[in-house]
């Protein structure tokens, strides 16, 4: 066996790069300051889901008036990634319409899954901070819990 | 409990040789040397136990019971002498009073089932405790949805002990079986098992134990506990996935009908219907993972070669090192006792979610666990969401320790912490 594994390990570890881009002070800004984390009364929209393996629970309310989000909240609790996706998602989602909101869904999905002119698409706003979850894959469900709430809430409406 | 012996705890266990015996150490994970702190989840395992498996299937494998031929009688031999080292491990009255199942999951399913379902009616009452891994909480509603059978459960304190004046309290009502853990997996607590055994007994009840997070680390004597029913798993202490055991009474057993119906469990069968084999193959219906229990004896086997009395020393030493360490992090909290515990540490840091922490270690190679480790009521009572679990075992080191303090620093400084 090696020195190294017996008594540990090198003092000297080089944390990886990716770890500061998945960690963005966007993301850090949105888990401790959320945007849009209220429930909203007259929600016409509202549903929550879990996912059972790390707890996370996201509750995602929209108000919807002639086909287009007049308003949009969120609760629930979670990790950085799940609560920054929540905040950044309602944020990003404002005043668009159903069809828009089902676009804004497909182009995250393919920036989580690693495509790169996704990762650049200005109508992503601030969403684009989370482009890195796409090299940390267990993540991914995390990320994609509020979207899923919306893609339920909104697949009738559009389909 | 060798809690007191920590000063020769170093002498006792050659670790450098403990390590060598754990192929999987040797690895790296992201570049870095796997710190494995997942125990509680699943141990790794020696070469003698991967060993052991390959040895069976090259050389001796065959299906068990049928003796038509060598290779049968040899893998007979083989599971029924794995039996016969891990029921004397236990400190069981005969090997026919252990049962091999999958893990101690099966193991409590097939007493609520098949104890559970021929024993418990409207209104008999299963005292259960807030700190149940959910494998010893769902059968048990599976159960009462069945049979009108009520469950009531044990209070936990504040540092995560169980409340004996409840469980007094409890026990007042038309008690038929108490189910408690050993050890708890989410906190580290060793419950005062042979108390609560007496307790139930004195109540009229059966107490059932689950062993799961006990029997990696501790000397257990079934027949010392006085518990009608152990259960454990082979995997969290150094024995392959798939298998473990439930140990009762032979009495207990033989009045228990069968759990599932097959080969291996039968008597004579015929088409009207069939009587069944003696305990314990009354209860192993169909093939069993022979490959299992041969790994699970060699497993029993290493663990007795060390001296279970010098691996509790050691994992003691280690832990209260890492318990000192963890405290001196400002904003770290860890659940559960300061004594009467395992190296299982729950805890959360500041604001950093457990899944966050997890994903920042895992990038320095350290390997814990993050959620409500089966623990969802519990984490519920103690008010907690999610929490970061690092739990040690015997290959466990203090420079290991060393390397999850770092690991916290880099995760406070990548999500800004005032420190």
């Known amino acids: 066996m090696d020195e190294t594994s017996q008594n540990g390990r090198p003092i000297d570890r080089s944390v990886p790069s990716s770890l500061y881009q998945l960690f963005q002070e966007v993301i850090l800004d949105h888990y401790r300051r959320p945007r849009n984390k209220s429930p909203i009364e007259d929600a016409t929209h509202r549903i929550t889901l879990n996912n059972p393996l790390c707890g996370d629970v996201v509750e995602v309310v929209l108000v919807v008036e002639n086909d287009r989000i007049a308003n949009v909240g969120f609760g629930g609790k979670g990790c950085s990634i799940s609560m920054a996706s929540a905040s950044m998602m309602t944020h990003q989602l404002m005043g668009k319409t159903l069809a828009e909101a089902t676009e804004l869904t497909s182009r995250f999905t393919e920036m989580l899954h690693g495509d790169p002119d996704a990762a650049e698409d200005e109508t992503l706003g601030d969403l684009r901070a989370l482009a890195g979850v796409s090299k940390f894959p267990v993540r991914i469900k995390c990320a994609l819990l509020c979207w899923n709430c919306l893609d339920e809430l909104i697949e009738p409406e559009s389909a | ?419």
Request: hydrophobic share 40%; net charge negative; glycine share 10%.
């Open chain 2, 1 to 419: 409990m060798a809690r007191s012996r920590l000063v020769s705890a170093e002498a006792e266990l050659d670790i450098g040789r403990v390590r060598a015996d754990f192929p999987i150490l040797e690895r790296t994970v992201h570049g870095q040397p796997l710190v494995y702190l997942d125990n509680a989840a699943s141990s790794q395992k020696p070469a003698v136990v991967i060993d052991a498996v390959r040895d069976y299937y090259q050389t001796h494998h065959s299906n068990v019971h049928r003796g038509a031929h060598a290779l049968s009688v040899e893998a007979t031999d083989a599971y029924e002498a794995a039996r016969g080292a891990v029921a004397s491990h236990m400190g069981a009255g005969s090997p026919s009073e252990l049962v091999f199942v999958r893990g101690a999951t099966e193991a409590l399913n097939l007493v609520a089932t098949a104890w559970g379902g021929a024993n418990l009616g409207p209104g008999d009452r299963v005292v259960l405790t807030k700190m149940e891994h959910h494998s010893n909480l769902v059968p048990w509603q599976l159960l009462a949805a069945r049979t009108g059978a009520e469950l009531s459960f044990i209070d936990v304190t504040p540092d995560g002990e169980l409340d004996l004046d409840d469980y007094r309290r409890l026990l007042r009502h038309r008690t038929k079986l108490v189910g408690v853990t050993h050890v708890s997996n989410g906190l580290g607590t060793i419950n005062p098992v042979e108390e609560i055994v007496r307790l139930a007994h004195d109540a009229g009840a059966l107490c059932l134990v689950d062993g799961a997070q006990a029997m990696p680390h501790m000397t257990v004597d079934v027949q010392a506990i006085g518990c009608d029913f152990y259960a454990f798993s082979g995997h969290k202490m150094c024995g392959p996935t798939g298998i473990g055991g439930l140990w009762s009474r032979r009495e207990i057993l033989d009045d228990m009908p069968p759990y599932q119906g097959g080969g291996e469990m039968i008597s004579e069968v015929r088409l009207e219907g069939s009587t069944w084999a003696d305990v314990p193959q009354k209860f192993e219906a169909g093939t069993p993972n022979v490959a299992g229990a041969v790994g699970l004896g060699a497993a029993v086997g290493y663990l007795q070669g060390l001296g279970i009395e010098a691996i509790e020393a050691w994992e003691d030493y280690v832990s209260q090192y890492a318990r000192r360490r963890l405290d001196e992090v400002v904003g770290l909290r860890v659940y559960g006792p300061r004594t009467g515990r395992t190296g299982v540490f729950s805890f959360t840091y500041a604001d950093i979610h457990a899944h966050d922490l997890a994903t920042i270690l895992d990038q320095q190679g350290i390997a814990i666990r993050a959620g409500h480790h089966c623990n969802q009521p519990l984490m519920d009572h103690l008010g907690v969401d999610a929490t970061a679990r690092a739990s040690f075992y015997l290959y466990n080191t203090p420079a290991e320790v060393d390397a999850l303090i770092e690991g916290l620093q880099i995760a406070a400084s990548i999500f800004r912490l005032d420190t």
